[in-house]
DNA sequence: TCGTGCTGTTAGTATATCGGTCACAACAGA
DNA sequence: TCTGTTGTGACCGATATACTAACAGCACGA
């Protein structure tokens, strides 16, 4: 992570540019007046002044009013807990309120035997999450990647099979099943390895009898594999390919 | 809160208004085509496409590919996990730089003798909290307003007291005496109604014998009250104002 | 006392993003 | 085949913001 990257975050956070820079040089110099300021970063110095009061505002530095007038940035980590705060509660109310209007039009319209589509490795795997959280029966889940075993799933796995449900882990790759604890209630289901059910699946879920989600690595799209997947809950779709999915996987119960 | 107060928040947190209205327009309808998110809110039919690619990417909402193509969000207590999470995320980075970069560059200039200002309350009541706790020995916080004893003070200063600090409230105000806990090891510190040390003061602050902090509140600017607040620590200036203070406080150890 | 350089403020320009409109080809159902 | 809907892309204009320039105080020194 190098300066510009820094701002480009940073900017991501809230500030403009400028407030930005602003900020990164006064960490450099500790404290320093405008004139400090503009020398070691690309801004105007007639600029820094607007951007400091802009600074002060957000409580990210206090000034030291002399002349010339002296700015000292807060720490790294109270700037990042007062940035992050702030927005906090901005997410706060905003949420808040859908929560309100949740659903709040009526949609005559019967989406039943709705396929969903998901890309994204991340937001995969908060899917994923979900779907396990909702599970009532049992869930089976098999990659052959491990990496594809995250923490956050086998945490929830392991939530949802202390609760009662009858979760089972399967692949043909050993160093998928090792990474399950094997005093867990997480049972593990070894494949043969030449029975893959996808060429090139990368997730399978399932959740009780009517709740699936398939995933897909496609290594065409950018610098990085894109995971997409697809998921479906509660609808004669899902009840179907559940079927179709135990009868590929070898489960022992 | 409203919905137009709802999409600014929204922006806030990173998506365009454009985003911002679909999202919330699907909140409002659980699912929906373009369409359906045109009727209801102020997006061009066209242009929802686009802002729920974007959507999509970012893990507020699942896609159900057929013709037409329909939307659906993720709940709002998810969407500000994963908003959050993402901004959580760069700022981790961004600051994590900055850490390493801190004082990086040398500042021959010996700016000693320095005397702060904060704006805003909230700054102000971080500042607080932050000087004590660099305290080592014993901490004096007056206020003759009540609301200005945040629960955030008041824990951080029987923190401060837990581990050994010398901690006092003192006020004129009954009220400010009354909150905090009388079996608690922070002490309360009355004093006579007609002892008003400054006129208009807000809090005082004093911090070991060399850190001291003094804020007004000016009714003046805008609609709503603006405290605004100056501090030293390990200056001359410093312990001369505090060794000011004690005397006009009546401090009976 | 009169420069000279620095400080802080303000007006002003340029540009890029984003909100908003339009046109159109692909498609589905009648 | 006709018609309304869908999804895509080109286009325009306004606003925010990056950036430039000019200028009036103030400090300090010749």
Redesign the interface.
């Known amino acids: 992570?190098?300066?510009e990257?820094?701002v480009e975050?940073?900017t991501?956070?809230?500030l403009t540019t400028y407030e930005a820079r602003v900020f990164?040089a006064l960490?450099?110099?500790?404290?320093?007046t405008a004139s400090?300021v503009a020398e070691?970063t690309a801004v105007p110095r007639s600029q820094v002044y607007g951007a400091a009061e802009d600074l002060?505002?957000?409580?990210l530095l206090?000034?030291?009013?002399t002349r010339p007038t002296?700015y000292?940035p807060?720490?790294?980590?109270?700037?990042?807990r007062?940035?992050?705060s702030q927005?906090?509660s901005?997410?706060?109310?905003?949420?808040?309120?859908?929560?309100d209007?949740?659903?709040?039009?009526e949609?005559d319209e019967e989406?039943s035997e709705?396929?969903?589509?998901?890309?994204?490795r991340?937001?995969v795997r908060?899917?994923v999450i979900?779907l396990i959280d909702g599970a009532d029966d049992r869930i089976v889940y098999g990659t052959p990647r491990p990496e594809l075993l995250e923490d956050e799933v086998l945490a929830v796995l392991t939530e949802a099979a202390d609760a009662g449900v009858d979760a089972a882990v399967v692949s043909d790759e050993p160093s998928v099943l090792e990474s399950v604890p094997a005093d867990g209630p997480v049972r593990v289901v070894p494949q043969p390895a030449d029975r893959q059910p996808e060429v090139s699946t990368a997730r399978v879920l399932l959740v009780d009898s009517d709740t699936l989600l398939m995933s897909v690595v496609s290594a065409a799209v950018g610098d990085d594999d894109q995971e997409v997947a697809f998921?479906s809950a509660g609808t004669a779709f899902a009840t179907v390919l559940v079927t179709l999915s135990e009868e590929l996987i070898e489960l022992d119960r």
Request: hydrophobic letters at 40%; zero cysteines.
């Open positions: 992570m190098d300066e990257t820094t975050a940073l991501r956070l809230g990164v960490q450099r110099l500790g404290t320093g400090d070691i002060q505002a957000r409580g206090d000034v030291q009013q002296v000292r807060v720490s790294p980590e109270e700037a990042e007062r940035l992050l927005l906090e901005v997410g706060r109310d905003a949420f808040g309120y859908l929560a209007v949740r659903g709040s039009v949609n989406r709705a396929i969903w589509t998901i890309r994204g991340a937001n908060d899917r979900d998921w």
